[in-house]
């Protein structure tokens, strides 16, 4: 047996790959009910024949816009089966930013056999309407990344898409949903966002350390052998991406971590691997803010990067024991209670740290669990060792 292979296939962390890459479609939508509700209501109608709905997403790149919209156009279509027929086609205009692509990628959605060119924009979009009153069906229209059609081509394919069903005897032809990661509202003509109204605005905040760290355990617990990611290394990736809220740098950082775990033969991801990434990131702290600490200030952080070496995290009362052991170690009498906290708290708006209050600490309120999501212990304290001897 040839021992240099006995390493492939022995997924020791992984198992399927798949959920750790950002085209993978995740099952449900996390941590976004209350935007999906707001979605909700705005199409609150569309159950109805004869009505139409509209809403614009926006939202900073990363914040669900793309999968939250699918995901309702899914969700929606089961919903209303056997209600009203919905057929909805989702279109990047990043890919196909003219009028003719869009109105192309539609119509050969609703019949492949759709002539590539020969016919005007309104006489594509009449032939569309007829196709969707044939089949008895409602289209929803997700335009996904419209800011590229609206530059390049203005709004007049909106237009004319709003009205689909004008000086005919119909309505509820067409429901749509604009996407954008800028304010598209203020770049659309007069008359388009009147037709859209304000209401119809949902505004995607940029996801928060907690979100990010749900959305990297839904794709962990996926792929992952159970145990082998542990919740102090979601948290930490949370932390790590809660500067850009951005969903696919929480995913990329999970991935990161989990090959270059698999890959050392490792049985669990460990806070190093996530922080050599963040470090690789750019939004590291530089090294030489140690230079600007107090005495105090760089033997507490020494204390919290000898335990952050192993572990992803350490509470703040531990903390404060290792301080005790370094000051021992420089003979120095160590600060007090209250200036302990004071420090950490300077640690933590310098960046170096992260804490957050835990949940397991009934009765003794102030427990906080600080972690080092920016930086690599090992090379902080190496610093540190060095700038305590001067
Ligand atoms: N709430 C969520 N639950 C599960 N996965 C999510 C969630 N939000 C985002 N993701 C995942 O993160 C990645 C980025 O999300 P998405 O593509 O929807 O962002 P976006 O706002 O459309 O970004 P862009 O502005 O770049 O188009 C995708 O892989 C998506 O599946
Ligand atoms: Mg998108």
Partial sequence: MAEYLNRIGAG????DAAPLSYDWVPPNVVGREED??????????????????????????????????RAFADDLTRHLSGVRAIQSIHVNCRNHPTTSQVLQRIAKALDDRHPDRGF???????????????????????LDEVDHLMRREGGDL?????????????????????????QVLDQLEGAVISRFGRSNHLALKPYSETQLAAIASQRAVLATRTGSVSEEILTLIGQASADTGDARVAIELLEAAVMRAEKGGFQEVAASHVQRDAVARGRVVE??????????????????????????????????????????????KPRGHTTFWKYLKILETRSLMESRTGTASAGRGRTQHITMPNSLPGQLENRLEHALKQ
């Fill in 36 to 69: 999906q509700e707001h979605l909700a209501a705005m199409f609150a109608s569309i159950a109805t024949p004869g009505m139409s709905c509209r809403a614009v997403i926006t939202g900073n790149v990363g914040s669900g816009k793309t999968v939250l919209s």
């Fill in 287 to 332: 090294p030489s803010v140690v230079d600007e600490l107090n005495q105090h200030e760089q033997m507490i952080l020494l204390a919290i990067c000898r335990r952050l070496r192993r572990d992803p995290e350490v509470t703040s009362g531990d903390a404060e024991r290792l301080y005790h052991v370094v000051c021992e170690e420089y003979e120095v």
């Fill in 12 to 15: 020791l962390i992984l198992l």
């Fill in 158 to 182: 909106l237009y004319q898409l709003l009205r689909i069903d004008e000086g005919r005897d119909e309505a509820g032809t067409l429901s749509l949903i604009l996407i954008s990661q800028e």
């Fill in 120 to 142: 005007s924009a309104s006489e594509v979009i009449q032939g569309i309407r007829r196709n969707l009153r044939t089949h008895n069906q409602h289209m929803l229209l997700i």
